[in-house]
């Protein structure tokens, strides 16, 4: 039951792009597991899901505590999103020789 005079969050379409990109990191996570199929590719990749879940984790954690109308935020959150885009297209190289 919601308390009157509570206000609800509402999602602005930053954080939709921003959620998007971890789904196209997890698509890319599958993507180096059909790659590998081997014991060591399922560790790999399940390496990589531990990488991209916690990065996800702490990041929506640090953006609820901020407003998310503010334009310093927005602007936060597009970088955010730009380095998690980043790291998804390293994925599926990130066991080979250029995944450094």
Do not use: C, K
Request: without cysteine.
């Amino acid at each position: 039951m919601r308390r009157e005079g509570v206000r609800r969050s509402e999602v602005g379409a930053i954080e939709l792009l921003f959620d998007l990109v971890y789904v196209f990191a997890i698509v890319q996570v599958s993507h180096a597991l059909l790659s590998h199929l081997s014991w060591v590719g399922v560790l790999q990749a399940a390496l990589l899901f531990g990488a991209v879940w916690w990065a996800r984790n702490y990041s929506t954690w640090a953006m609820n505590w901020l407003d998310p109308s503010s334009g310093l935020v927005r602007v936060l959150n597009g970088l955010l999103m730009l380095a998690a885009l980043g790291m998804s297209l390293g994925l599926p190289h990130a066991f080979a020789e250029d995944g450094l």
